[in-house]
């Protein structure tokens, strides 16, 4: 069967990059991602990386352990980047990605065999998106109101109505509060591993910092 391939970071259509579409200081609109790329390119070091452009603080894991105690964090050396990862007593697995330099970004990949459907059917996987981070919700302690935004991609996924007009994209980046900062999220991948499982991608940003 036909692989898609869709990245809340990489993609092709069902492959679209989580696009950040507040301006960098030069006044052009750039991408988080390239942000990172154009930071590993550097000749100085992660650490005066960190201290000259980075307005965010060391990444720390955001599980408790308590309630998932099957759970790994690793710092990367730059300490702007965590990848924590939990396994489920039902096989599922999360990966949070804990990243960002102007930006605080938390990427959710989870891993299911729960839910199958052709990945071309967005509204069923941003649905499936927002369950999957409801079920998490009292074992994650994060400085994003993820409830918040959740309850923020339901009301968009519920705007997608014909007579709107208003089709699901990977990869928009939705709103759902921050006055002097931004808050949103992106559902930004759906990816069919094997004949029964598939891989959801879903971001929760705040910035510019």
Request: proline share 4%; glycine share 6%; aromatic share 10%.
């Amino acid at each position: 069967m036909n692989r898609l391939i869709l990245v809340f970071t990489i993609g092709l259509f069902a492959c679209n990059s989580v696009t950040d579409k507040s301006k960098s200081a030069s006044g052009k609109s750039v991408s988080k991602d390239s942000l990172t790329l154009t930071e590993s390119q550097n000749s100085e070091t992660p650490n005066q990386i960190q201290n000259k452009n980075c307005v965010r603080g060391k990444a720390k894991p955001i599980v408790n352990k308590s309630v998932y105690p099957k759970t790994t964090f690793v710092l990367q050396p730059d300490s702007l980047y965590g990848v924590e990862s939990v396994t489920f007593d039902n096989g599922d697995k999360l990966t949070i990605k804990n990243w960002g330099c102007e930006y605080y970004v938390l990427t959710f990949r989870f891993e299911t065999s729960r839910f199958q459907q052709d990945t071309t059917d967005l509204k069923y996987w941003f649905k499936t998106a927002t369950e999957l981070v409801i079920e998490i919700l009292n074992g994650v302690d994060a400085p994003i109101d993820i409830k918040k935004g959740i309850t923020q991609l339901k009301n968009h996924i519920d705007s997608d109505q014909p007579t709107n007009f208003k089709p699901l994209k990977l990869g928009e980046e939705i709103d759902f509060g921050g006055n002097e900062i931004r808050d949103f999220v992106s559902v930004d991948r759906i990816e069919k591993l094997t004949d029964k499982k598939y891989a959801v991608e879903i971001s929760f940003a705040a910035g510019p910092l």
